[in-house]
Each structure stands twice: as structure tokens, then as C-alpha cells.
């Protein structure tokens, strides 16, 4: 079995910062790339940040770059999201994402269950 579980979601108020984290645990044998994506009520899920585990690069949504960094620790396999500059328009539920070998040595896709962000103004 492989989990993704977020941390660090919360209620900041617009200007502050909050740092995400997503930790995979399981029997891994390899991670192509882990990322973020967001949900907003009403809205279609999308893509916040992803990372790349063969060079490091880093993918970004137009909306947050600059504001938002992705970063990775190899060794721990976890990915981490500082967030800096929010606005209400950055209030989701914030959802951890991987592609990686599992347990039957496959490459699938897997998602954590979501962390909420809100931000007030």
C-alpha cells in the first residue's frame, strides 16, 4: 500500500504564509514526480506545482509563481509547499499528487486525501 498524507493546512489571514507538507510512505521503488493541486468550492481541480525527481524542475500555475515554492526531500520522500502572499483567491482543499512504482512494480497515480487552506481577508 502506498499513502500520501498532507500537513500544515490551516486559516491564515491574505499576506501570510503556511507551508504544506505530503510525505509518501509504502513500499516505493521509484518517484517520478510529486506535486500539488488545489480545489476551490465550485471549481474544477487544478494544478498548483509539481516537481520532478530525475532534475528537480519545478512546473508552476501561473497564478502562484512567484508566491508559492515547491521543494523536495529525496531521502524522506516528501515534497513541501511554502506559500507566501495569499490571497482569498488561494483558499482549497490542497491536494498532494505522485507518479511512482508501487508495490506491483507499476507506475500509478496516487493522491492524498487534502489539506484545507483559508484565507481570509
Known amino acids: 500500500q502506498v499513502q500520501l498524507v498532507e500537513s500544515g493546512g490551516g486559516l491564515v489571514r491574505a499576506g501570510g504564509s503556511l507551508r504544506l507538507s505530503c510525505a509518501a510512505s509504502g513500499t516505493i521503488f521509484g518517484i517520478s514526480w510529486m506535486g500539488w493541486y488545489r480545489q476551490a468550492p465550485g471549481k474544477q481541480r487544478e494544478l498548483v506545482a509539481t516537481i520532478y525527481t530525475s532534475d528537480d524542475s519545478t512546473n508552476y500555475a501561473d497564478s502562484v509563481k512567484g508566491r508559492f515554492t515547491i521543494s523536495r526531500d529525496d531521502a524522506q520522500d516528501t515534497i513541501d509547499l511554502q506559500m507566501s502572499g495569499l490571497t482569498p483567491e488561494d483558499t482549497a482543499v490542497y491536494y498532494c499528487?505522485?507518479?511512482?512504482?508501487?508495490?506491483?512494480?507499476?507506475?500509478?497515480?496516487?493522491w492524498g486525501q487534502g489539506t484545507q487552506v483559508t484565507v481570509s481577508s
Open positions: 499528487n505522485a507518479y511512482l512504482k508501487d508495490w506491483s512494480h507499476r507506475w500509478r497515480e496516487y
